[in-house]
C-alpha cells in the first residue's frame, strides 16, 4: 500500500532552516510528483510547491521563492523539503502529498511534521 | 487570500442534505482546470474525497459528490452522519500554482 512516512517534529530558532524528509513506499517513486503543503494553527491549507521525483523539476509558490528548496533522493524514494531564515509565521504543521502533476489531486498525504519556530 | 472561496462554516442535522461551494474564476475553475476535494478530521492529514470534479476515490462512500459549472465547483453530502463533522477544502490549479480554498467547516448538529 502506499505510504508517506515523515520525519519528526522540529523546533527551531527565528532565523534557522529546517528540512523535512518524506520516505515513500508502495509505488514507483520516480512515477509521480510530491507537493509539500503547510498548515499553520486553526489556519488552512497553504501549498508551498511541487517537484518531480522522475526529473527533479520544481514549482515554487511564489512567496516562498528563495527561501525553499524541494529535493528527491531517488535511491531511498525519500523528498525533502528545505526551509530557510525562518520566521515565527513559519511555525506550522508541513504535509508532503502524492500527486502527478500540480494541477493534479494529492491523492496520499503523509501523517505530517509540526515546526514551531520560536525564540 | 485565496483564489478559490468557500463558505467559512456549514451546518445540518444527522440524514440531511448540505453542499459547499467553491467560487474561483476564469484563470482557474473556468479555465477548465478539475476541482478536488478533501476532507480533514480534527488532527488528522487531509484525505481524498473527489478529484476529477466528480470521482470518488475508492472507499469513499457514495454519500459524498462533486460537480462542477462554469466558475464554480460543489461537494455535496447526503445522509450526513456525525462522522462527517470535518474541515472541507477545494483545490483547482491558477497561475501554475495549486490552489486551495479556504476551507469549510461541517457541523453536524
Known amino acids: 500500500q502506499v505510504q508517506l512516512v515523515q520525519s519528526g517534529a522540529e523546533v527551531k530558532k527565528p532565523g534557522a532552516s529546517v528540512k523535512v524528509s518524506c520516505k515513500a513506499s508502495g509505488y514507483t517513486f520516480t512515477s509521480y510528483g510530491i507537493s509539500w503543503v503547510r498548515q499553520a494553527p486553526g489556519q488552512g491549507l497553504e501549498w508551498m510547491g511541487w517537484?518531480?521525483?522522475?526529473?527533479?523539476?520544481?514549482n515554487y509558490a511564489q512567496k516562498l521563492q528563495g527561501r525553499v528548496t524541494m529535493t528527491t533522493d531517488t535511491s531511498t524514494s525519500t523528498a525533502y523539503m528545505e526551509l530557510r531564515s525562518l520566521r515565527s509565521d513559519d511555525t506550522a504543521v508541513y504535509y508532503c502529498a502524492r500527486d502527478r502533476n500540480p494541477w493534479r489531486e494529492c491523492d496520499y498525504w503523509g501523517q505530517g511534521t509540526l515546526v514551531t519556530v520560536s525564540s | 487570500q485565496s483564489v478559490l472561496t468557500q463558505p467559512p462554516s456549514v451546518s445540518g442535522a444527522p440524514g440531511q442534505r448540505v453542499t459547499i461551494s467553491c467560487t474561483g474564476s476564469?484563470?482557474?475553475?473556468?479555465?477548465?482546470?478539475?476541482v478536488h476535494w478533501y476532507q480533514q478530521l480534527p488532527g488528522t492529514a487531509p484525505k481524498l474525497l473527489i478529484y476529477?470534479?466528480?470521482n470518488r476515490p475508492s472507499g469513499v462512500p457514495d454519500r459524498f459528490s462533486g460537480s462542477k459549472s462554469g466558475t464554480s465547483a460543489s461537494l455535496a453530502i447526503t445522509g450526513l452522519q456525525a462522522e462527517d463533522e470535518a474541515d472541507y477544502y477545494c483545490?483547482?490549479?491558477?497561475?501554475?500554482?495549486?490552489?486551495f480554498g479556504g476551507g469549510t467547516k461541517l457541523t453536524v448538529l
Open positions: 483545490q483547482s490549479y491558477d497561475s501554475s500554482l495549486k490552489s
Open positions: 476564469s484563470s482557474n475553475i473556468g479555465a477548465g482546470y478539475d
Open positions: 476529477g470534479n466528480s
Open positions: 517537484i518531480s521525483a522522475y526529473n527533479g523539476n520544481t
